[in-house]
């Protein structure tokens, strides 16, 4: 069974940071691209920032500069590293797994709050 289980929200100051992790499991680590993304209240989701299975990465405008997305193979987790946080990145945060056939499978999300 495919889990994606995220952790690392919470609440922060304006210019804070916060580590988000996502732990995927259920034997597809190899055969999927993963991102992070957000979904802000009253707003649809939206990408943040992707990972290949080569390693590949890519964060949208919004954040770049900021955010860095990475992952640990050895221990199925992607990152995304948020630095210099804004008002305008809290969000639900969710973390997703793509594969090849463009199946998505997603986590239950974590919450991020900026605010002073």
């Known amino acids: 069974q495919v889990q994606l289980v995220e952790s690392g929200g919470g609440l922060v100051q304006p210019g804070g940071s916060l580590r988000l992790s996502c732990t995927v499991s259920?034997?597809?680590?190899?055969?999927?691209?993963l991102a992070w993304y957000r979904q802000a209240p009253g707003k649809q989701r939206e990408l943040v920032a992707t990972?290949?299975?080569?390693?590949?990465?890519n964060v949208v405008d919004a954040v770049k500069g900021r955010f860095i997305i990475s992952r640990d193979t050895a221990k199925d987790t992607v990152f995304l590293q948020m630095n210099s946080l804004e008002p305008a990145d809290t969000a639900v945060y969710y973390c997703?797994?793509?594969?090849?056939?463009?199946?998505?499978?997603w986590g239950q999300g974590t919450q991020v709050i900026v605010s002073s």
């Open positions: 259920g034997n597809i680590w190899a055969f999927v691209d």
């Open positions: 990972i290949t299975k080569r390693g590949d990465t």
């Open positions: 997703n797994a793509r594969t090849i056939y463009s199946r998505d499978f």
